[in-house]
Nanobody, 123 residues
Framework: QVQLVESGGRLAQAGGSLRLSCAGSGRTFRSYAIGWFRQAPGNERDFVAAISWSGGSTVYADSVKGRFTISRDNAKNTVYLQMNSLKPEDTAVYYC????????????????WGQGTQVTVSS
């Protein structure tokens, strides 16, 4: 399994931007698709975005499409989530996770998870 560590979460203003990072360990990192999920207080954890092992394919939740961009740098074992035009409803703990499968919106298919990073968007 790959180990993942998220960073970059902080307090931001509505309309602002943040970039989250997901750093992976081991040579196998580049063989996994990586997904971002988020969980707001009192809510279930939801899918946000995912990227293929090569970076050639991406998928987004409708709620973030056009505002968030997922990318990866396999030389640095890192996946990024660029978050623009932030809204208060983006407030959540953001998790990255790894999968060797293809059902990227299904969190049950992800076997390795990071500890999460808090994003708070003020209005």
């Amino acid at each position: 399994q790959v180990q993942l560590v998220e960073s970059g979460g902080r307090l931001a203003q509505a309309g602002g931007s943040l970039r989250l990072s997901c750093a992976g360990s081991g040579r196998t990192f580049r063989s996994y698709a990586i997904g971002w999920f988020r969980q707001a207080p009192g809510n279930e954890r939801d899918f946000v975005a995912a990227i293929s092992w090569s970076g050639g394919s991406t998928v987004y939740a409708d709620s973030v499409k056009g505002r968030f961009t997922i990318s990866r740098d396999n030389a640095k074992n890192t996946v990024y989530l660029q978050m623009n035009s932030l809204k208060p409803e983006d407030t959540a703990v953001y998790y990255c996770a790894a999968t060797s499968g293809y059902d990227w919106t299904n969190q049950q298919k992800f076997g390795s998870w990071g500890q999460g990073t808090q994003v708070t968007v003020s209005s």
